[in-house]
């Protein structure tokens, strides 16, 4: 979305307010259209999409997936979906059937935010998420803040548990960088590494734009 001046206005500056509402499926559904046309035209590429699990039983959102799905066999296996701990938890049995059906067809699914919502434990040993996402909140500053430590690493042995793939958010330093490899978190995303853009790496690839 673009403002007045034609500067891009972040998603976390308006999505909250428009999750409930019809816009936000269709934001959902855009999302969806444009990252399976990257992964149609990327072969080599896997991608994590967001949406919110109000799109579950959005039918145009539902038609785009199976239609992408059908179109590239390969394009299951290269697609993660993301849903917010707050969302998922709107809907919970919901969103373990949903799952279930699309892990199936070799779907990944991550659970973003973790941490900074309400997810019940009673929950996330039937989710099956493949991917638990740490909150920034617990991440920035990490490296010297002792109670950023302690609950990351309480975050870190459940995904361990569960057998999830661990990403720490919000990673914006080096000395926080070096501190989540350490604790043993398997990838890193955040300003550290780069910074949201409209321009993805994989298109300045193809425009032979990127540094070697």
């Known amino acids: ?37 990257a992964l ?7 991608l994590a999409i967001n949406m919110s699990a109000r799109s579950i039983g959005y ?14 066999p390969t ?10 701990e707050s969302s998922a938890m709107l809907v919970p049995e919901l969103v373990i059937d949903f799952m279930n059906n699309l892990q199936r067809k070799g779907i990944s699914f991550a659970l973003d935010d973790f941490g900074g919502g309400y997810t019940s434990f009673r929950y996330l040993k039937d989710f099956y998420f493949d991917i638990l996402k740490i909150d920034g909140q617990f991440i920035r500053g990490i490296a ?10 309480a975050l870190l042995a459940v995904a361990r548990q569960f057998d999830m793939l661990t990403v720490a958010e919000s990673v914006e330093q080096p000395q926080d ?14 300003y550290y590494f780069g910074a949201p853009t409209v321009h993805p790496p994989w298109l300045e690839t193809d425009l032979g734009l990127a540094s070697a």
């Open 1 to 37: 979305m673009l403002d007045s001046t034609g500067r891009v206005i972040p998603a976390k500056q308006f999505i909250t307010a428009i999750e409930t509402t019809e816009t936000g499926r269709v934001i959902d559904c855009l999302a969806l259209e444009k990252g399976l046309k």
């Open 177 to 190: 960088a070096a501190f989540v490899t350490k604790m043993g978190i398997d990838c890193l995303q955040g």
């Open 75 to 84: 394009t299951a296996e290269r697609l993660i979906l993301e849903i917010t």
């Open 59 to 72: 039918r145009r959102w539902n038609r785009i997936l199976a239609q992408g799905v059908a179109r590239d």
């Open 40 to 46: 149609r035209d990327y072969p080599d590429l896997r």
């Open 144 to 153: 010297s803040d002792s109670d950023n430590q302690v609950l990351t690493s």
